[in-house]
């Protein structure tokens, strides 16, 4: 049974950073790609970034490019989101997600039903 815990979120004022983390167990998901996406309140789940099993391959919406970046270690089976130049509009829900029914996948996907593993979120928070 694969588990991902996210962590790392909190409050912050406009223009800071913040750092969160996804560990996951239960298996190895190195053959797997990982997926960031939040959900704001009255809106739908939205695709943040996503990264390839390998790590050589990144998406990111249109939103966050060039603040955020995604990173994976796949010896510790941990996955990051860096967060810098945080604004009001980025506070969300967090989530972190992977896809296990696909190894070794050539292209990430970002859309939330291609996902079928997620963690319990965590909040992130930014004031004007």
């Known amino acids: ?74 010896a510790k089976n941990t996955v990051s989101l860096q967060m810098n130049s945080l604004k009001p509009e980025d506070t969300a829900v967090y989530y972190c997600a992977t896809d296990v029914s696909r190894r070794f996948p050539s292209t990430v996907l970002t859309v939330p039903n291609e996902y079928n593993y997620w963690g319990q979120g965590t909040q992130v928070t930014v004031s004007s």
């Not at 912050?12 to 309140?41: E, I």
């Open 1 to 74: 049974q694969v588990q991902l815990v996210e962590s790392g979120g909190g409050l912050v004022q406009a223009g800071g950073s913040l750092r969160l983390s996804c560990a996951t167990s239960g298996r190895s998901l190195s053959m797997n790609n990982m997926g960031w996406f939040r959900l704001a309140p009255g809106k739908e789940r939205e695709f943040v970034a996503g990264i390839s099993w390998s790590g050589s391959s990144t998406r990111y919406a249109d939103s966050v490019k060039g603040r955020f970046t995604i990173s994976r270690d796949n």
